[in-house]
């Protein structure tokens, strides 16, 4: 069993609609929960990070966790053809090892 | 404030070869993560170095080794390369070591290692 599970996709929303983002991880000892957006061709950058259970929202973008569950989501209100991209999820361990799953490829349709 | 600065941005050697990668992290940031980037395997931890001492360590063989200077910056070295290290190789640099807590890793652009 991978550390971090993330279905690849592609997941294809039309403009405007909500993107959800799902992650499973293993480690019931990790305290720490990452989404990282990575364009094609670039580097990952930190988009949302959330440690407690809950939600946590940021513009467009709403961070949730469940930690009894094992699994962090990423929803993405009114998205936009420039949020098309790959999206990492990255848990922190309680070994402190940061773990990242494969990505789920979003493609939004105009 | 400049980025996480990686060179060379692509390369290409054959099986058999090594091949060493820079990274300069963000000013004042004194931890350096290397990760490799497969479409398969996706991105897997390599190494921290932080005040140049190596922290953590991931399932890499040690063909992988790296290492940190005095100023931060960071080099990582692959010797006796196989076609399965082909990869993008990226780069972060924190201001605080990794198993300090929350922290936030900057990702460089990346150098793409092509063995051929």
């Known amino acids: 069993q991978k550390e971090v599970e993330q279905n690849s996709g592609p997941l294809s929303v039309p403009e405007g609609a909500i993107a959800s983002l799902n992650c499973t991880y293993s480690?019931?000892?990790?305290?720490?929960f990452f989404w990282y957006r990575q364009y094609s061709g670039k580097s990952p950058e930190l988009i949302m990070s959330?440690?407690?259970?809950g939600d946590k929202e940021d513009g467009r973008f709403t961070a949730q966790l469940n930690k009894a569950s094992q699994y962090v989501s990423l929803l993405i209100r009114d998205s936009q053809p420039s949020d098309s991209a790959t999206y990492l999820c990255?848990?922190?361990?309680?070994?402190?090892?940061?773990?990242f799953g494969t990505g789920t490829r979003l493609t939004v349709i105009p | 404030k400049a980025g996480v600065t990686q060179t060379p941005r692509y390369l290409i050697k054959t099986r058999g070869q090594q091949v060493t990668l820079s990274c300069s992290p963000i000013?004042?940031?004194?931890?350096v993560s290397w990760y490799q980037q497969t479409p398969g395997q996706g991105l897997q931890f390599l190494f921290e170095?932080?005040?140049?001492?190596?922290?953590n360590k991931g399932n890499f063989p040690g063909r992988f080794s790296g290492r940190q200077f005095s100023n931060s910056r960071s080099e990582m070295n692959v010797s006796t390369l196989e076609l399965g290290d082909s990869a993008l190789y990226l780069c972060?640099?924190?201001?605080?070591?990794?198993?300090?807590?929350?922290?936030?890793?900057?990702f460089g652009a990346g150098s793409r290692l092509t063995v051929l």
């Open positions: 972060a640099s924190s201001s605080r070591v990794w198993a300090s807590g929350a922290n936030v890793l900057t």
């Open positions: 480690d019931r000892g990790s305290q720490s």
């Open positions: 959330i440690y407690s259970n």
């Open positions: 990255a848990v922190k361990t309680g070994a402190n090892n940061l773990f």
């Open positions: 000013s004042g940031h004194r931890s």
């Open positions: 170095y932080f005040s140049e001492t190596q922290r």
